[in-house]
């Protein structure tokens, strides 16, 4: 994880577990999974929120709006949250549960590899887009693991939404369920 101070990259898959807490330095949970909407290429997936687990093992939604601060092996939040149990809806993914693990290809070498994690940067107007994936090639021989690298989101393909894959009457069935926040940025993107 890169603090926010110094820049703003985070590697999703390293928040799993850590502490979330609030503005009194009181823990309000931990996070267990990453919330991103996959798009249309050329454009990369954005990180719309955190899964964290709070008392009680519920688990609810942090949307992204709420953190102020990722840094020093902790996510700080700011506001009120919605303790309602999350559901993730029909346009949203799951890092840890749907992407992590998945084969995609490298555009350069048609390569299959292995996604390990995500990285997300927050941008200036303060989204949070997949910017780098962390790859493990497949191993040759007797050597069980390939060669891991990270490489940039536009050198692999297989974490968007195929243009066939969603009709306009999909798109705007689906832009029901988003929420408000979430709409400006993919409109503003």
Do not use: C
């Not at 309000?28 to 290429?41: M, N, P, Q, S, Y």
């Not at 955190?50 to 093992?57: M, S």
């Not at 887009?129 to 007797?142: F, K, S």
Request: glycine share 8%; charged share 25%.
């Amino acid at each position: 994880v890169v603090t926010m101070g110094s820049a703003t990259r985070v590697f999703l898959a390293h928040l799993r577990g850590v502490g979330v807490f609030d503005p009194n330095g009181d823990q309000v949970g931990k996070v267990r999974d990453a919330v991103v909407i996959l798009r249309l290429e050329p454009n990369p997936p954005i990180l719309t929120g955190l899964v964290v687990e709070v008392q009680h093992r519920r688990r609810i939604f942090v949307p992204m709006g709420r953190v102020t601060d990722i840094a020093g092996g902790q996510v700080l939040v700011t506001g009120t949250l919605n303790l309602r149990r999350f559901e993730k809806r029909e346009n949203e993914t799951l890092v840890a549960a749907e992407l992590l693990d998945r084969q995609v290809t490298l555009l350069d070498t048609g390569e299959t590899v292995t996604v390990l994690d995500l990285a997300v940067e927050r941008t200036r107007s303060l989204d949070w887009l997949v910017t780098q994936v962390y790859v493990r090639r497949r191993g040759a021989g007797l050597r069980r693991r390939g060669e891991s690298l990270v490489v940039d989101w536009a050198d692999v393909t297989g974490l968007s939404i195929a243009p066939a894959e969603q009709s306009a009457e999909t798109f705007l069935a689906d832009l029901d369920t988003v929420r408000p926040a979430d709409l400006a940025s993919l409109i503003a993107t």
